[in-house]
């Protein structure tokens, strides 16, 4: 394989092609895994996130823009400027594949510019250009604008809005203007670099080895993803992701006031089938995606009019359930808000449930919220802060801090839903036993991404294998999360959608991978690189003073045991998971021994 990487150094205007040997791609595929390597290399330990120091890498992979299913993906990777550690971010879309159109594997973004830039890319040529016009505007207004000016509506744009301007440590990268690398705040990265925008064009054809090979395997793939029995080819496409609504409260674990219960009396008024009978107008598929999980919706409600995207389940949850909120209207405007000025509407969410939790235990001064209502359900609120959060607005500027500082800040840390600093998204893990280990031990921090254990728990379809794990049980799940954190690293590193680990497992990416690279590896050594790559993240926080102390939960799942529900009573045994954990993995308090990382060939 001949790929590149394209250098970008804003400070001084320089760029310049970087070929990527084969021998690093062997070892790290592409995506997150080449990107964390360039970042663990590249950049010194304890350095300022949204300083010049920091660099960002958006990154795609040997599979983006290839006939493989969900390829239209792309990774992102930094330093956190809300966690302190690896910070990175995966997005759909179409930007990913017309980069890899354009001759590149990745952009490596060096230092900081002194004024608004954008970086302009067709087939193989690089330029940096004023941003100064565009500087200050909507995501949407950034997109629109640039294609207008560049002439061609083929041009797929990144850019950051305001949040990503005003440096919200939970800032995104947008692009076609719905699709989110949410997570982290790759987005103020971007933004503390003056770096308003990627545009990128390309006709170039990606390396594949044996196409005709591939073909074959693809129909094979394409069938399990649109069997009816499987999650892809049923619910996905019918509801989108936020089918999972009805079925995640019936097993007792939404999320709801802050977590405070898992139960939402309400659950069924935000559905996935109520969002279809009501709202949706349409559907939305990435590139190359047979699924098309993305909604299309248009709210005709009074104050809440808009014509836009979503809501999707993880907004439903976190502007929904848990600030107590059932109106698919509010959801939906304040979805759309975050999306149009660029942040994270998970962290959102979960930091005004947090404060709202905060305003319930009488821990906020009463006249902060510049009379907004911080009680459970108000509708208006959760809009409001949207907009005052991406532009730090008055106490728009407490919630753009995130809930473990909001909470630290007024004396009550335990009312923060978070790991490593990262907001938890939308389980709540006293009712499944392997997520919650997976939650604890996550190394970007409290994230479903990176061990999607509900699939064998509770969805029951997790790498084509439809048996349902016990999900009060601990037995087996050290193994199951390491197996599937393993997996999620290649998936992320290839780089394609995780939906297609519900009907599709590691024999089906190897099978799909070797005709791309010609490589002929088995499962085994594929799935050695994605435990590499996890054990290299973990070097990485390790390195930025994260250990085994950060290994945990927040103390409401570990003391205080679900109120009601079918998971009623429980709480989270993750001692007696976390030591089967580290044994598996051959980590000691949270890092890689010496034995491990020279099994795996890592510094």
């Known amino acids: 394989m001949n790929e590149k990487l394209l250098r970008v150094n804003l400070r001084t205007g320089k ?35 949204l300083g010049p120091e920091n660099r960002l890498y958006l990154m795609v992979g040997p599979a983006t823009g290839t006939p493989w299913p969900t390829s239209g993906r792309y990774h992102v990777v930094t330093k956190s400027p809300l966690t302190g550690g690896i910070g990175d971010a995966n997005s759909g879309g179409k930007w990913g594949p017309e980069l890899r159109f354009s001759g590149y594997m990745g952009i490596a973004i060096e230092d900081s510019s002194d004024e608004p830039v954008y970086l302009w890319i067709k ?18 207004q950034t997109e629109d604008a640039l294609k207008r000016d560049l002439g061609d509506d083929k041009i797929q744009i990144a850019s950051i809005g305001p949040g990503g301007e005003n440096l919200v440590p939970y800032a995104g990268i947008l692009t076609d203007k719905h699709r989110a690398a949410g997570r982290t705040g790759v987005g103020a990265v ?51 992701t936020a089918a999972l609504i009805n079925t995640v409260n019936e097993n007792g674990i939404l999320p ?6 898992g139960v939402f009396p309400k659950a069924d008024d935000i559905s996935g089938e109520t969002i279809k009978e009501t709202i949706l107008t349409g559907q939305y598929a990435c590139w190359n995606c047979p699924i098309g999980c993305g909604r299309v919706s248009k709210i005709t409600q009074i104050p809440y009019q808009i014509e836009g995207h979503g809501p999707e389940y993880e907004t439903d949850w976190s502007l929904g359930s848990d600030c107590d909120i059932a109106n698919l209207g509010a959801i939906t405007k304040a979805h759309n808000t975050c999306d149009e000025l660029g942040i994270d509407p998970i962290s959102l969410g979960a930091t005004i449930a947090c404060a709202m939790e905060l305003n319930e235990k009488g821990k906020l001064p009463k006249d902060i919220a510049d009379g907004m209502d911080l009680n459970w359900g108000n509708e208006q609120t959760i809009v409001d802060l949207s907009w005052k959060t991406a532009y730090r607005a008055g106490f ?31 389980y709540d893990p006293r009712g499944v036993q392997g997520h919650a280990l997976g939650y604890a031990t996550s190394n970007r921090g409290g994230c479903h991404l990176r061990a999607y254990v509900m699939a064998a728990e509770v ?10 794990k016990d999900r009060f049980s601990t037995v087996g799940k050290a193994q199951l999360v390491k197996t599937i954190q393993d997996a999620y690293s290649i998936l992320d590193s290839a780089v394609v959608c995780k939906f297609i680990s519900f009907p599709l497992g590691p024999q089906d990416y190897t099978d799909l991978l070797n005709p791309i690279t010609g490589w002929n590896w088995s499962v085994d050594e594929l799935m050695k690189t994605g435990e590499r790559i996890y054990n290299l993240e973990r070097m990485y926080i390790n390195r930025e003073g994260f250990d085994g102390k950060d290994d945990t939960l927040p103390k409401r799942f570990l003391e205080e045991p679900m109120p009601e529900g079918p998971a009623k009573g429980h709480v989270v045994k993750l001692k007696e998971m976390l030591s089967e954990y580290y044994k ?20």
């Open 15 to 49: 760029i310049r092609d970087e070929k990527i040997g084969e021998d690093k791609l062997k070892k790290f595929l592409g995506g997150r895994g080449l990107g964390e390597h360039l970042l663990y290399g590249e950049t010194k330990p304890g350095i300022d996130p």
């Open 123 to 140: 087939n193989g040529l690089a330029e940096l250009r004023s941003a100064d016009k565009y500087w200050g505007t909507t995501v949407w």
């Open 190 to 240: 971007m933004g503390s670099k003056k770096l308003k925008a990627v545009a990128v064009r390309g006709t170039k054809k990606p390396f594949i080895a044996d196409r005709k090979k591939l073909e074959g395997e693809v129909k094979k793939a394409t069938k399990k993803l649109t069997d009816p029995d499987s999650v892809c080819g049923n619910n996905l496409p019918k509801y989108g």
């Open 256 to 261: 709801t006031r802050n977590f405070q219960t």
């Open 396 to 426: 728009g500027k407490e919630i753009a801090m995130g809930a473990k500082k909001l909470a630290e800040k007024y004396g009550a840390p335990e009312l923060a839903m978070e790991v490593k600093g990262l907001e938890l998204p939308a």
């Open 459 to 468: 969805v029951g379809e997790a790498f084509g294998d439809k048996k349902k």
């Open 584 to 603: 598996v993995r051959g980590w000691t308090n949270g890092k890689p021994t010496k034995e491990k990382l020279r099994e795996l060939n890592l510094p």
